[in-house]
T-cell receptor
Framework: SAVISQKPSRDICQRGTSLTIQCQVDSQVTMMFWYRQQPGQSLTLIATANQGSEATYESGFVIDKFPISRPNLTFSTLTVSNMSPEDSSIYLCSVEDRGGSGANVLTFGAGSRLTVL | GDSVTQMEGPVTLSEEAFLTINCTYT??????LFWYVQYPGEGLQLLLKATKADDKGSNKGFEATYRKETTSFHLEKGSVQVSDSAVYFCALGRGSQGNLIFGKGTKLSVKP
């Protein structure tokens, strides 16, 4: 399986500021996925990031709020813009496992826990 | 659209008890189905999967069978241990889109 490193692992942010989360994968991958896990809730897909094209956002998520970069096949960033307390969540990067486990098996990073005051 | 409905928690069991966590899904076609587990303080990891009807996924004593007729993928374990305490998520694969839809998660606590 791919190994995913996320930074920062946690942060405390002030309302109105923006924070960029980095996701580094140890192998080249076509699609990278950004999920959000709000406190006590399930994982919700924010967007799919493909290298060389615009990210595809799920319903309820917009590029102005969650801009994503995908400069190459091993790296992506997610920015949470103009944060409010409602953005306090764990943000997770994931990739599809191409190690023979079969389609749709995702490997996840450890997550970035953001607290917005 | 596609969705996953999972048994509400939390679930508290004594060690060596039998565990069932119910999961049903709604989807077009025949998606792959998964159970992921999140141990306290750790990241999300795959527990088991099934890719077609009547497949049984198994790992660490946990099992789940892909039932097309009832659109279900219930997680079972015959004898739980304290170390099984975690949050369990049922998930559905979105085919060529590559990603997963998750259920709400079920928190399991096993008491000695």
């Amino acid at each position: 399986s791919a190994v995913i490193s996320q930074k920062p692992s946690r942060d405390i942010c002030q309302r109105g500021t923006s924070l960029t989360i980095q996701c580094q994968v140890d192998s080249q991958v076509t699609m990278m996925f950004w999920y959000r896990q709000q406190p006590g809730q399930s994982l919700t897909l924010i967007a799919t990031a493909n290298q060389g094209s615009e990210a595809t956002y799920e319903s309820g998520f917009v590029i102005d709020k969650f801009p994503i970069s995908r400069p190459n096949l091993t790296f992506s960033t997610l920015t949470v813009s103009n944060m409010s307390p409602e953005d306090s969540s764990i943000y997770l990067c994931s990739v599809e496992d191409r190690g023979g486990s079969g389609a749709n098996v995702l490997t996840f990073g450890a997550g970035s826990r953001l607290t917005v005051l | 659209g596609d969705s996953v409905t999972q048994m509400e928690g939390p679930v508290t069991l004594s060690e060596e008890a039998f565990l069932t966590i119910n999961c049903t899904y709604t989807a077009t076609g025949y998606p792959s189905l998964f159970w992921y587990v999140q141990y306290p303080g750790e990241g999300l990891q795959l527990l088991l999967k099934a890719t077609k009807a009547d497949d049984k996924g198994s790992n660490k004593g946990f099992e789940a069978t892909y039932r097309k007729e009832t659109t279900s993928f219930h997680l079972e374990k015959g004898s739980v241990q304290v170390s099984d305490s975690a949050v369990y998520f049922c998930a559905l694969g979105r085919g060529s889109q590559g990603n997963l839809i998750f259920g709400k998660g079920t928190k399991l606590s096993v008491k000695p």
